[in-house]
């Protein structure tokens, strides 16, 4: 018995009774998982999220929220260069740094934070 290729359609073809080898051709797998993985991507394209990095937390009473003003400095739990939170639809997803290029503020992600599982009730 003769061991197949599945690369080469044609030799499998072959051996299958009545069957035209010109007419029985296997797809290329890697072209249809590469064709599966970009339309999976574009599914994607229009999806919303919501996006929220966290420089720090702070605690205030609403008076003190009322009394801030422009320049105002609010204390918060993280100090400068400490790793900021990336949080995507309210779930914390990477771990980064505050840069400034072009004079815009971006992050730039060191870690991705690993899932963690959510225990039911």
């Known amino acids: 018995m003769q061991q197949a290729n599945f690369e080469d359609g044609a030799a499998v073809a072959s051996e299958l009774p009545g069957a035209n080898a010109e007419a029985f051709k296997l797809p290329s797998f890697q072209q249809v998982m ?32 009322l009394k801030l003003t422009e320049g ?8 400068a260069g400490d790793p900021v939170d990336v949080f995507v639809n309210e779930r914390l997803v990477a771990r980064g740094e505050v ?15 690993a899932a963690v599982k959510e225990e039911g009730p």
Request: glycine share 2%; hydrophobic share 50%; proline share 0%.
């Open 34 to 65: 590469a064709d599966a993985q970009v339309s999976s991507i574009d599914l994607l394209r229009d999806v919303e999220l919501n996006v929220k990095i966290e420089l720090g937390r702070s605690r205030m009473l609403v008076e003190e929220v």
């Open 72 to 79: 105002s400095v609010v204390e918060l739990d993280k100090l």
């Open 99 to 113: 840069l400034v290029l072009n004079d815009n503020f971006c992050v730039r992600v060191n870690e991705i934070v």
